[in-house]
T-cell receptor, first 114, second 118 residues
Framework: AQSVTQLDSHVSVSEGTPVLLRCNYS??????LFWYVQHPNKGLQLLLK??????LVKGINGFEAEFKKSETSFHLTKPSAHMSDAAEYFC????????????FGRGTSLIVHP | EAGVVQSPRYKIIEKKQPVAFWCNPI?????LYWYLQNLGQGPELLIR????????DSQLPKDRFSAERLKGVDSTLKIQPAELGDSAVYLC????????????????FGQGTRLTVV
């Protein structure tokens, strides 16, 4: 079985300050991990993905995430928040070699203050 | 290249009425998913197709929900009869056939159909 836990339902930051969105996963197999972003009334957009290559993954819009197997974590970070980053962020886990079912966390709402 | 296309974008129906959603996946994508997203929550899988075969439908409420992908391309999701609690966003996604060791596991999502049952 696989599951994903997003530890914060809301994260509030000021523009220009760092962003940290936390995600922990459980999987019986080597996981593929993703972060998606969803802006209001828009579709889900892939930010970045980890598929057993480099543990530090760089994505779009300055976001990156680090896969830490020992901590079963895949936290999303950005050095400096922009107002346009305000959105809902989803951590997603799936597996390779088994039954592939993208499983979503509950989401973290990122609020950016001017 | 067009992404995953869903229609309609919005639908308002009265309870007990039927409703259908349509999805056209990205060309060449064998795998198609239907997800349900309730307000303030992450999407939850309803059904997954590999070509025309439903390979995972354990979360699909089969008493009122049905889905089909007859030619392994487009898909429809139907609810009959709709209930108030079915109000949500219905998302369709597609991906290439997943193969072990291949970096092809990304799912591409449509914009969804927002259903309101009154």
């Amino acid at each position: 079985a696989q599951s994903v836990t997003q530890l914060d339902s809301h994260v509030s930051v000021s523009e220009g300050t760092p962003v940290l969105l936390r995600c922990n996963y459980s999987s019986s197999y080597s996981p593929s991990l993703f972060w998606y972003v969803q802006h209001p009334n828009k579709g889900l957009q892939l930010l970045l993905k980890y598929t057993s290559a480099a543990t530090l993954v760089k994505g779009i819009n300055g976001f990156e995430a680090e896969f830490k197997k020992s901590e079963t974590s895949f936290h999303l970070t950005k050095p400096s928040a922009h107002m346009s980053d305000a959105a809902e962020y989803f951590c997603v886990v799936s597996i390779i070699g088994g039954s592939y079912i993208p499983t979503f966390g509950r989401g973290t709402s990122l609020i950016v203050h001017p | 290249e067009a992404g995953v296309v869903q229609s309609p974008r919005y639908k308002i129906i009265e309870k007990k009425q039927p409703v259908a959603f349509w999805c056209n996946p990205i060309s060449g994508h064998n795998t198609l998913y239907w997800y349900l997203q309730n307000l303030g929550q992450g999407p939850e899988l309803l059904i997954r197709y590999e070509n025309e075969e439903a390979v995972d439908d354990s979360q699909l409420p089969k008493d009122r929900f049905s889905a089909e992908r007859l030619k392994g391309v487009d898909s429809t999701l139907k609810i009959q009869p709709a209930e108030l609690g079915d109000s949500a966003v219905y998302l369709c996604a597609s991906s290439l056939e997943v193969q072990a060791g291949r970096d092809n596991t990304e799912a591409f999502f449509g914009q969804g159909t927002r259903l309101t049952v009154v």
